[in-house]
């Protein structure tokens, strides 16, 4: 991965000077008609027989595990799970908080680096989308079902109840409703708006038949015309700007749901940033956790290349850190604070009966990601996956320590206990696992895994004035070089 | 042998590159054409100036679109948790809301704070839709068909194509005039492109 250098055309008097060039987001010089081909080939061939050796225990896990866990709770009652102790939020919320946050690199990527300029979110954005959307699918399973008697779910929705009672508006919880609801809606029609032209490509490429015709309605008629991509790009444009300041509330405010109680360990102003930079840490492990190996099926490696695998790294690098930061200023402000129960709680986190999960954590969160500081880790797959199955471990336990190990040690010793999940719950998680496996192996049949204009965007021949240096001498690397022959003279 | 009677849509032409699709896309405006487009796979930096193209009015309806999105969550959360809107007799009557009184928050307007995050929610929430129908409404879609889908080409402006298309409806459209000129600005494979009328 060196940078490849490239020396300067002599614009002005002086040396010739090595300038850095920009590393490719493509390689090896593929043409736009190469990407559509590549892409489109992944759901308009025979899918590969690994492909049904993963989908066919994914959609049995998740039909096992979502249908059969759901359908014990529901006929039996909420007592199924393990909460039958002063432990009230288990696995489920654990679960929830889990899934939500695996959404957020998503987001991340489609959102907050196409505002920054980050071109190389091309090759990755809609996949990580369309995790986003499973992602959510999956979380929203639990809030959903954990209420007990789920057939009065609808309390939920902003609607008055026989009484003429309204929700209570002021309530975390109700706030999280509409924060996870809003950020289902607005990540589907990303998703979709995105995918519209990539639909295109595929009805336009389909012989006439069903396909086609499935594809031609859900394309809605796109033609690519400039007074069509002028008004698309600018709802790009407001999407990401609206998605932005949503991702960051979206987490705040399920850790709002906690922040906001008086319970020791969780009433914490710093838990707002450190959730969504945990969200963002999870989130960007589940990402390399699957397109790592769907790169590698379905040879994309020139489209996702090493340098997306590398910024990555670094993202899970900091964010990793910037959770270690936050665990370790929890700790401190325990002590600081001098808050007495503040600082049993945390005590109780590390040496109390679950401090097994406590180091699971510690080790899978903080210590893990540090290998990233090595270019030989950033390059070598097999470490990447090792670090990014460590994080959603990982995160999987923040969330636990988080909700079981501060409601296994609250205010009164007589409320104290020890929780473990039943078989319910841990069949309703491994379900939802299957089924997000499941949904995100039927997004690579049917629809563009990689969004396909976008790459093509990215090329270098995309640019109108890329064989044109009269109109804009200062371009890219001439203008860098220019600069430079400006400092040599005035030296 | 088809009998139905056949109508112009205009002409397709189509150009080998972007940059070539660009400098045409200046010299077509330059020309004065009216209704016309060009056509690619990716949206192409700069083209809505050199097709003399203004910015999309879409922000316009999203700003008030979301602060419909504000209004709306203020007003469900004062109507239904506070005493705010008693001054309004008819309205608080038809509400008929019991406010919740608990967490040491008045009924007043000094509890608005806690309402602030749905009023953020549901700001990007009517944003998020008025995007969604708002763009579709700009770029006239969905439809489920067009006259240029009638084309033996225009399937690869969503593969590696760059087309231009001039309509027939266009003041300055002429068929052998138009030809010459889509010609002489560097298009190849011109087609004239015609719809089935019924």
């Not at chain 1, 959609?59 to 199924?80: E, F, K, M, N, R």
């Not at chain 1, 939920?156 to 003429?164: C, E, G, M, R």
């Not at chain 1, 600081?336 to 503040?342: K, L, M, T």
């Not at chain 1, 005590?347 to 080790?363: E, Q």
Request: hydrophobic share 50%.
């Amino acid at each position: 991965m060196a940078h490849a250098t490239h020396t300067a055309d002599e614009t002005r008097q002086g040396p010739k000077l090595p300038v850095l060039e920009r590393e490719k987001l493509i390689l090896n010089n593929r043409s736009y008609h190469w990407i559509t081909e590549r892409i489109c080939g992944v759901l308009e061939n025979k899918q590969p027989a690994i492909w049904w050796m993963l989908f066919i225990p994914s959609a049995i896990i998740a039909l096992i595990g979502v249908l059969g866990g759901l359908s014990i709770l529901v006929s039996t009652g909420v007592g199924v799970w393990g909460m039958t102790n002063t432990v009230f939020w288990g696995w489920d919320i654990t679960n929830f908080v889990f899934w939500i946050g695996i959404g957020h690199a998503g987001t991340l990527i489609s959102a907050i680096l196409f505002l920054t300029r980050q071109n190389w979110r091309t090759s990755i954005n809609r996949a990580a989308e369309a995790m986003t959307i499973f992602a959510v699918c999956c979380a929203g399973i639990f809030p959903a079902f954990h209420v007990g008697r789920v057939w009065f779910a609808w309390f939920l929705a902003p609607i008055p109840n026989a009484n003429a009672i309204w929700q209570n508006f002021k309530s975390p919880l109700l706030w999280d409703v509409f924060a996870v609801s809003t950020y289902f809606t607005i990540s589907l029609i990303f998703w979709y708006l995105g995918m519209v032209p990539d639909l295109a490509t595929i009805r336009d490429r389909a012989k006439p038949g069903l396909r086609k015709l499935l594809y031609g309605i859900f394309a809605m008629g796109w033609r690519g015309g400039n007074r069509q991509w002028s008004h698309y790009e600018m709802a790009y444009l407001l999407l990401a700007a609206l998605s932005t300041p949503l991702v960051l509330s979206v987490h705040s405010v399920v850790s709002f749901d906690f922040a906001t109680s008086v319970v020791p360990g969780w009433h914490t102003t710093i838990f707002p940033p450190y959730f969504v930079a945990g969200a963002i840490f999870g989130g960007f492990a589940m990402v390399l956790t699957i397109m790592i190996p769907a790169r590698f099926i379905y040879g994309l490696q020139d489209m996702i290349t090493m340098k997306h695998i590398d910024n990555m790294a670094k993202i899970i690098l900091l964010t990793g850190t910037i959770v270690g930061y936050a665990y370790l200023m929890e700790l401190f402000v325990a002590f600081y604070s001098g808050a007495q129960y503040e600082a049993a709680a945390f005590k109780y986190r590390l040496v109390g009966p679950y401090w097994w999960a406590y180091v699971a954590m510690m080790s899978c969160n903080v210590l893990s990601p540090q290998v990233f500081w090595f270019k030989w880790c950033r390059e070598n797959l097999w470490v990447v996956m090792a670090v990014c199955m460590c994080v959603n471990v990982g995160m999987w336990f923040e969330r636990f320590v988080i909700i079981c190990t501060t409601l296994a040690r609250m205010f009164l010793p007589a409320d104290w206990g020890y929780y473990r999940a039943s078989p319910v719950e841990i069949m309703l998680f491994v379900g939802t696992i299957g089924m997000f496996l499941a949904l995100f192996l039927l997004f690579l049949r049917f629809l563009p895994c990689i969004n396909i204009a976008e790459v093509k965007w990215t090329l270098p021949e995309a640019d109108p004035h890329h064989d044109d240096h009269h109109d804009h001498p200062d371009h890219g690397v001439a203008k860098e070089a220019a600069y430079q022959h400006e400092l040599q003279a005035k030296a | 042998m088809s009998t139905t009677r056949k109508r112009v849509y205009g002409y397709l032409a189509e150009f080998k590159s972007a940059s070539a699709l660009y400098k045409a896309a200046e010299k077509v405006r330059d020309a004065g054409f009216r209704k016309w487009d060009c056509y690619s796979p990716y949206p192409i930096h700069g083209l809505d100036k050199a097709m003399g193209m203004k910015r999309s009015i879409l922000p316009w309806f999203v700003f008030f679109g979301g602060t419909t999105g504000t209004a709306t969550a203020f007003v469900l959360a004062t109507l239904t948790q506070t005493h705010v809107w008693d001054f309004i007799p008819w309205l608080a009557k038809t509400a008929e809301s019991y406010p919740t009184v608990v967490q040491g928050k008045p009924t007043n307007i000094f509890t608005v704070p806690a309402f602030f995050p749905i009023m953020f929610e549901l700001t990007i929430l009517f944003s998020g839709f008025t995007v969604l129908f708002g763009v579709l409404a700009l770029m006239k879609l969905p439809r489920l068909n067009h006259p240029l889908f009638a084309s033996k080409q225009f399937h690869r402006a969503t593969d590696d194509g760059f087309f231009i298309a001039v309509e027939a409806r266009d003041a300055k459209f002429s068929p052998e005039g138009t030809r010459s000129f889509l010609e002489e600005i560097g298009g190849a494979s011109i087609e004239l492109v015609e719809e089935e009328d019924s």
